[in-house]
């Protein structure tokens, strides 16, 4: 596959057959290549303990199971992902505590068969309705994302293994104090936004 979708990078010649076969049937990447990530904080650790869960290789993988052809997630798919990954993990963190569960507002959340399985894994469940986009600055596992971005932000990888390689040593070397530390900001985040009406809150705001 070409790694790109620039026109300069096209070959010209008088007639295909001047153009070798591999060149000619030569597919083309428009977007460059990189990773979903999915991973949960406590105030003790990150969990998975030694990677976050790499999600596009799971779609990957179960869209190839169920024979779909689109590596999209539907509400089939995400209902499987609560079930197979998210649950387990979160019992992990806290097997003995009722768990509540809440996520944006995309359509497929609100799907029949999704409602179906976080009721059946999760005591409580946050309405969409009641959520707002501004959630995300409450819940520390952004600022998890935000670290490993801003800890690889101008490098550049020859593959997706050396890309993983970089993002799980910058998750493994999150320790347990910073983890509790981010933990116990949550209160004065959620102060935070309702002082600010809703606004968006920055470091300074709750710290």
């Not at 070397?173 to 983890?179: E, K, L, R, V, Y």
């Amino acid at each position: 596959i070409r790694p790109n979708n620039n026109k300069n990078d096209g070959i010209w010649a008088a007639t295909a057959d001047e153009i070798d076969s591999d060149n000619r049937n030569a597919g083309v990447q428009k977007f460059s290549a990189g990773v979903i990530l999915w991973g949960g904080i406590s105030g003790d650790d990150l969990y998975p303990r030694n990677a976050p869960f790499y999600f596009n290789e799971w779609l990957d993988k179960k869209c190839i199971q169920i024979g779909k052809t689109r590596r999209t997630l539907d509400s089939r798919l995400y209902s499987m992902f609560i079930q197979q990954v998210i649950a387990p993990t979160v019992k992990q963190i806290s097997p003995q505590m009722g768990l509540i569960f809440q996520d944006d507002c995309d359509r497929k959340q609100r799907m029949k068969q999704v409602l179906g399985t976080v009721t059946k894994y999760f005591h409580q469940r946050i309405d969409p309705n009641d959520c707002t986009s501004k959630m995300a600055d409450i819940w520390p596992i952004e600022n998890i994302w935000a670290i490993i971005k801003e800890k690889l932000r101008g490098m550049e990888f020859q593959n997706i293994r050396t890309l993983k390689a970089a993002i799980n040593k910058v998750w493994r070397s999150i320790d347990a104090t910073t983890c509790k530390k981010m933990m116990e900001s949550i209160p004065r985040r959620m102060m935070a936004v309702i002082e600010k009406d809703g606004s968006n809150i920055h470091k300074e705001d709750y710290e």
